[in-house]
C-alpha cells in the first residue's frame, strides 16, 4: 500500500473512531453537532452514519422534534475497541518511525550548513519536525501549506505558497502526509531539488520533470 492510500485508510479509521465515540457520548446530538465536533463536513457525517448502519455498527431510532437518535451495537462497541486499539499501535508506531527519520534528516541539513528551513505541509510529522529542529539548532522559518487559513501552527508563520515566505531559507522539508509527493514536486520546482527534504517514511521519489 501506497504512503498516501495507507494515510488516507488511517484518516477514514479516525473519522469512524471519533464518530463512534461521539454516538456513545450521546447519541441524540444532531449530525450538525457531530461535524463540528469531528471537523468535517456534514454531508460527510451523514455518509459514515449511513455506512456505520449498514454495517451494523449503529442504530437508530427516531426521537422528538422530527430527529433521531443513534446508539451503538454490540458490533459498534467492538469495533470502536478495535480501533482505539489499532490507533494507539499506529501512532506509537508512526511516532518512533518519524522521529528517526526527521532527526536524519535535521542531521544532514546541519552537514550541510542548512539551518533555516521551511516545511511543506501541517500534519502530525510537522509537530515531530519541529521538535527535531529544535533538537538539531535549526530554525523553520515558516510552514507551506495552501489547504488552511490558520496564521500558524507550532508557533511557525503558515503561509500558502512558497513565493510568500517573507525569510531567507536554505532548505525545505516535506512533512505532507496527504499529497506527499505532489507537495514534494512543488517544493523542488521552488527550491530546486538539491535543497528539497523529506523523511523516508514518506516514501518520496524525484520523477518526470521535477528531475530535470
Do not use: W
Amino acid at each position: 500500500m501506497s504512503s498516501a492510500a495507507q494515510e488516507e485508510e488511517i484518516a477514514n479509521d479516525r473519522i469512524l473512531l471519533g464518530l463512534l465515540e461521539s454516538v456513545e457520548r450521546d447519541g441524540g446530538q444532531s449530525q450538525r453537532r457531530l461535524a463540528s465536533e469531528l471537523g468535517i463536513a456534514l454531508g460527510l457525517v451523514n455518509a459514515y452514519l449511513k455506512r456505520c448502519v449498514k454495517k451494523g455498527l449503529v442504530k437508530v431510532s427516531e426521537a422528538p422534534a422530527r430527529r433521531y437518535a443513534y446508539y451503538l451495537t454490540p458490533q459498534g462497541f467492538a469495533e470502536k475497541s478495535r480501533l482505539t486499539v489499532d490507533y494507539l499501535s499506529y501512532s506509537f508506531s508512526f511516532f518512533r518511525q518519524a522521529r528517526a527519520d526527521c532527526a536524519e534528516v535535521f542531521q544532514g541539513l546541519r552537514a550541510r550548513s542548512f539551518t533555516r528551513i521551511v516545511v511543506a505541509g501541517i500534519s502530525d510529522l510537522a509537530e515531530i519536525a519541529q521538535i527535531c529542529a529544535l533538537e538539531s539548532g535549526i530554525e523553520i522559518v515558516a510552514i507551506v501549506d495552501g489547504g488552511t487559513p490558520q496564521p500558524t501552527f507550532v508557533g511557525v508563520p503558515v503561509v500558502g505558497v512558497f513565493d510568500d515566505v517573507a525569510s531567507a531559507f536554505d532548505a525545505v522539508v516535506v512533512t505532507d502526509l496527504r499529497h506527499a509527493q505532489e507537495v514534494f514536486e512543488r517544493a523542488i520546482r521552488a527550491a530546486g531539488a538539491g535543497r528539497v527534504f523529506a523523511p523516508k517514511l514518506l516514501g518520496l521519489r524525484i520523477r518526470g520533470e521535477a528531475a530535470e
